[in-house]
């Protein structure tokens, strides 16, 4: 089973620092996992991905239970052992696809009846499918089969169904898993969904939080799907502060910098995205003072590292901006170099926030990155209001404006 130990908290926010320890190893908390969907990172080996501190990733079940299958799987002795990854692993339930797939799917109460996009062919995933394929691949966590709706979805009735469903289908996953004999090396959390509906959110939290002891985490899933930011915080907000203390708390889809901060700052321990790897291979490189697009001609004859501070390989060993605007989205040595760089990135980011946590200075470092990042365009208002919150003012003896919207620079 899973070991949680709260280490520190920060005196101002809500954040806080664990160690998480499972079948795979350690792994501090608050943490970034990059997504390996299709059991590997892009780009990258896993020696790679390992050197650079990471110590979870995430494998997406809907694809690895198409290609290879759990057959060869099985075979193989698990994910762990078919793509070479020795630390720990964390599996989707495939509910995401519900969503990114939409057009593909029908949701009825037995699961979800997917059409193969390879194929054609329909394959019902139903909760204890779910569980079962995340059984074979062998995630150190693995999460329960929820019904995602996209959170800009106007249909109240649908978002209400699926909270529903979703907490009926935790029960039928925790069954499943409670007869597998899996419990002891791999950790099922639940999802709180919900979407944007306050009163929604609360009674499904209410329902995941009396089935604590069957879970060995929370997530929080149906957000980052294009919602207002003012709303996505809020959302974050109410759930940390109403999940149980003693359990990791997991805010799935998070990979922007500023929003990453944002939700550590409000209790969130683990968040996983897409974007700074599927970012690297469009050209842009992550830094502290804001992402940089190096396809642009300014970079051309820019013989400096992307981030002389950075310990990556490809800084440390002088890759220049030039010679990465020279090969950018061109050739695939490129996309490998601004990919380990946008990871060592979020893990810095993030071990950053534990030291700081650590140390009490976390307001510090807030304000330090907010003013680094966003001083030449503005604070996102919603950041301000969000770390406000949490009694920290990144106006209070600042002279940045504060602009309206996401703020976000990458676009």
């Not at 979870?56 to 994910?79: D, F, M, Q, W």
Request: proline fraction near 5%; include cysteine.
């Amino acid at each position: 089973m899973a070991q949680f130990e709260l280490l520190a908290r920060c005196h101002t926010t809500r954040a806080r620092v664990s160690r998480l320890t499972l079948a795979h190893g350690i792994t501090m908390l608050p943490t970034f996992m990059p997504v390996a969907t299709q059991a590997a990172i892009k780009g990258l080996t896993p020696q790679q991905v390992e050197s650079l501190g990471v110590t979870l990733i995430l494998n997406n079940t809907y694809h690895l239970n198409l290609r290879p299958g759990t057959k060869v799987l099985s075979e193989a002795g698990g994910a762990h052992k078919f793509q070479g990854w020795n630390r720990n692993l964390l599996t989707d339930s495939g509910g995401f696809q519900l969503v990114s797939l939409s057009k593909f799917t029908t949701i009825t109460e037995e699961g979800a009846l997917f059409a193969s996009p390879f194929t054609g062919e329909p394959t019902m995933l139903t909760p204890e499918e779910s569980i079962a394929i995340q059984h074979a691949i062998g995630g150190d966590i693995i999460m329960q089969l929820d019904d995602v709706v996209s959170s800009l979805t106007p249909d109240r009735a649908r978002v209400e169904e699926a909270m529903e469903r979703t907490v009926r289908w935790l029960d039928r996953c925790i069954a499943h898993h409670d007869l597998s004999g899996k419990k002891d090396t791999q950790n099922l959390f639940a999802i709180v969904q919900g979407g944007l509906d306050l009163e929604l959110r609360d009674r499904c939290l209410m329902q995941m939080v009396e089935r604590k002891d069957k879970v060995a985490g929370f997530a929080i899933g149906g957000l980052s799907g294009g919602e207002e930011k003012d709303i996505f915080w809020r959302i974050i907000s109410q759930c940390t502060q109403k999940l149980p203390e003693d359990r990791p708390r997991y805010s799935m889809g998070i990979g922007f910098a500023e929003d990453l901060l944002v939700c550590v700052a409000l209790g969130v321990d683990m968040a996983d995205c897409v974007f700074p790897t599927r970012t690297a291979r469009f050209g842009i490189a992550l830094t502290f003072q804001g992402p940089v697009n190096l396809r642009l001609a300014k970079y051309a004859k820019d013989f400096g590292p992307i981030d002389p501070n950075c310990p990556c390989p490809t800084c440390a060993e002088g890759t220049s901006r030039a010679m990465l605007n020279h090969v950018i989205t061109r050739e695939t040595s490129a996309a490998q170099a601004v990919t380990i760089h946008n990871i060592t990135f979020q893990a810095q980011l993030m071990g950053g926030a534990r030291d700081a946590i650590l140390n009490g200075t976390f307001p510090n470092y807030l304000r330090t990155f907010f003013a680094n990042y966003f001083g030449d365009v503005g604070y996102p208002e919603w950041c301000v209001n969000a770390l406000r919150s949490v009694g920290v003012d990144l106006l209070e003896g600042s002279d940045i404006k504060v602009v309206p919207g996401t703020g976000a620079k990458w676009e």
